[in-house]
């Protein structure tokens, strides 16, 4: 019983947390898809995060309230002129490998884009090809993470929430089809982007985005640290962030330095497509496989609690 208790405890926290991420807000996943979800990992953080935020709790903020920010906006015809050029280029793509966790499920969405910072140091890559917007992003130290990110036409980003609440989203409009069919909603709040304006809302309220246009949209889309009330809480955070986000780097070429995170998650993925391909195969022994697994750590548990219970 000694064991079962605290085993008992921390799942029963960790259920009270997940349960306030899933209702946040006036949109919602589906209840299986949450629970799969990263945010139900990451939920007793976001629950801690939440409680000391130093912004307000809902899904669009004012950008004006952060004017560190403002060297960003000032900026953007350097900035938008060298996306076009990495556009040109070929370098706002898709990963070249199944190295990037955080953002792999959009490359099927036809979403690309080329890292200029990521949870550390500038990008090698970005400090060469784009020296002007690596040096904006660096005047900013609230700035975490930024990247050019390309929504193609007639592509759009499915219902999601992003794991992290730490960072709040800045998106700063560079090449915009001037029309209502490009936007994102967060929590059901449309905002169409413009070229040279910039928003900022939490990414962990349902978001997506689309652009039902003929032309693609580029955007700088950053990390900004989110404002905590207290210095244990803000420490707490930086702490997550220089040392947990970093392990999630992950490269615009060959040379670029890969975070443990994904390096591991490249390998884990190979395991995934070798299941789609016994899938194809044989569908019966995918399922057998894939519910032995996830049931196996739950059985594992449990014996641990009966035997504790026994002894």
């Known amino acids: 019983m000694s064991l079962f208790a605290?085993?008992?405890a921390v799942a029963a926290a960790w259920g009270v947390c997940a349960l306030l991420v899933h209702l946040r807000g006036r949109e919602r996943l589906?209840?299986?898809?949450?629970?799969a979800d990263h945010s139900t990992f990451l939920a007793p953080y976001n629950a801690f995060v939440y409680l000391f935020s130093g912004v307000p709790n809902r899904p669009m903020l004012d950008v004006e309230d952060f004017p560190a920010l403002h060297p960003l906006r000032e900026g953007w015809p350097a900035i938008?002129?060298?996306a076009l050029a990495l556009h040109r280029a070929g370098?706002?793509?898709?990963?070249?490998?199944?190295?990037?966790?955080?953002?792999?499920?959009?490359?099927?969405?036809?979403?690309?884009?080329?890292?200029?910072?990521?949870?550390?140091?500038?990008v090698p890559s970005a400090r060469a090809l784009c020296p002007r917007t690596a040096e904006l992003v660096a005047r900013v130290p609230d700035v975490h993470a930024a990247m050019?990110?390309?929504l193609a036409p007639r592509s759009r980003l499915v219902r999601h929430r992003d794991p992290f609440a730490g960072a709040l989203r800045y998106h700063l409009g560079l090449v915009v089809p001037a029309n209502d069919g490009c936007r994102i909603l967060v929590d059901c709040i449309p905002y169409r982007w413009h070229e040279g304006e910039a928003v900022l809302f939490d990414e962990t309220y349902i978001h997506r985005a689309e652009n039902e246009t003929d032309e693609p949209r580029i955007i700088l889309f950053c990390d900004v640290e989110r404002p905590l009330r207290g210095r244990v809480a803000t420490a707490v955070n930086r702490f997550v962030i220089r040392h947990l986000m970093r392990a999630t780097a992950t490269a615009n070429v060959d040379g670029d330095p890969v975070g443990l995170v994904n390096r591991v998650f490249e390998r884990v993925y190979a395991i995934r497509l070798l299941a789609k391909r016994i899938r194809a195969r044989s569908r019966r022994t995918y399922y057998v496989l894939?519910?032995?697994?996830?049931?196996?750590?739950?059985a594992a548990l449990v014996?641990?609690?009966v035997r504790a219970a026994a002894g």
Not at 30 to 35: E, I, K, N
Not at 100 to 108: E, T
Not at 290 to 298: D, R
């Open 6 to 8: 605290p085993i008992a």
């Open 30 to 35: 589906a209840l299986m898809r949450q629970v």
């Open 80 to 82: 938008r002129e060298e």
């Open 91 to 122: 370098h706002l793509r898709k990963a070249a490998r199944h190295d990037d966790i955080a953002f792999n499920s959009f490359y099927k969405r036809d979403w690309r884009r080329f890292y200029v910072k990521w949870y550390g140091a500038t």
């Open 148 to 150: 050019f990110a390309l």
């Open 290 to 298: 894939s519910y032995t697994a996830k049931l196996a750590p739950i």
């Open 303 to 305: 014996w641990l609690a």
